[in-house]
């Protein structure tokens, strides 16, 4: 699919983007630009795929109207990954407008120069916290994910696609490094409420998993990871068994603000319009009218549930260990 293409990549240094430069880099694509704000991690990067040719790397953000249309008019952009967000639901909740600036002006921004310059795939990284949201970074999101799909109205040289998942383990930020961390230094992991459930999956199993929806959409679908969840205390306890003793122990400190005690993938709402993909995915059609042919759609097998719920998908602590061991978090 993109052999010989030129992909855009924002927010390209984080551990997403690593990722995806990483399994992208052999499929040959013509040219990948990374385009984000920070300096250090663009040096860092280029150093770690060292120096590659393929790789360009452009200094720039997303909230800059006038820096996204000179990026698009001076490459000719087949494809458009966005993964550029603020995600960390307490900066979010104390600095509200810099996540409205990043997550849907920002993505406004984006969804405007691809159809100007007329790219062929958009494809927008999205989260559970955007199904039913309770914190800002939800909101922001489900707007995102609204700008994108709309955005199928007013072109048809350009196919809006969302991909939607839940947390990955390894990604920056990620749970997992923290009780790690916490074990190591203070022989004790703080969690919020040991009943909370979440999605997991390892960070190149979501890659591979963009890539098949990208290359299956015709604009307009919201494609929902089938990821497993689990119960944060049986996170704890798996990571204590590797890497702490008999004194480990698990703290409770309450759940924050914002938080919820499950996660949801698809909504009650989605769920009349919601299909299944493959062992791996869930569809979504979109509930506007859009000139696009969904028969691929209409042939699969809708959804029996009435929403996907981290709390309905639990899996054992040993479903949770091999997912760490693939992941690399039990060296």
């Given at each position: ?266 909504s009650e709402h989605e769920s009349p319009r919601s299909y299944i993909f493959n ?53």
């Amino acid at each position: 699919m993109f052999k010989d293409k030129t992909i855009l990549i924002t927010g390209a240094t984080g551990s997403w983007g690593n990722e995806l430069i990483n399994q992208m880099l052999p499929m040959t694509p013509k040219k990948i630009i990374a385009f984000s704000r920070g300096e250090l991690a663009q040096v860092m990067t280029h150093i770690k795929f060292n120096n590659n040719p393929l790789l360009h790397f452009v200094i720039g953000d997303v909230r800059d109207a006038d820096a996204v249309d000179r990026l698009f008019s001076q490459n000719k952009i087949d494809y458009v990954l966005h993964l550029a967000a603020l995600k960390h639901v307490p900066v979010c909740e104390n600095q509200p407008q810099e996540a409205i600036k990043t997550n849907i002006r920002g993505t406004t921004n984006l969804v405007n120069a691809a159809i100007k310059y007329k790219v062929k795939r958009f494809i927008d990284v999205s989260t559970d916290k955007a199904v039913s949201p309770t914190n800002l970074y939800g909101y922001t999101k489900a707007v995102g994910e609204k700008v994108v799909i709309q955005a199928n109205t007013l072109t048809d040289d350009t196919a809006f696609i969302c991909i939607r998942g839940g947390n990955v383990l390894g990604s920056n930020g990620s749970v997992v490094p923290i009780f790690i961390e916490q074990i190591k230094k203070n022989n004790e992991i703080t969690i919020t409420v040991g009943h909370m459930t979440r999605y997991f999956l390892t960070l190149p199993e979501a890659i591979h998993l963009i890539f098949n929806a990208a290359e299956a959409g015709v604009g307009g679908e919201t494609f929902v990871m089938n990821m497993p969840s689990f119960y944060i205390s049986d996170l704890g306890e798996v990571l204590i068994d590797h890497y702490g003793n008999l004194g480990t122990r698990i703290k409770e400190i309450g759940i924050r603000e914002g938080e919820k005690m499950d996660e949801l993938l698809i909504s009650e709402h989605e769920s009349p319009r919601s299909y299944i993909f493959n062992n791996d995915y869930y569809v979504i059609k979109p509930d506007l009218d859009i000139n696009r042919d969904f028969s691929y759609i209409d042939s699969l097998k809708k959804v029996t549930f009435n929403k996907f719920s981290s709390a309905d998908n639990l899996k054992g602590k040993k479903f949770l260990k091999d997912l760490l061991d693939r992941g690399g978090f039990l060296k």
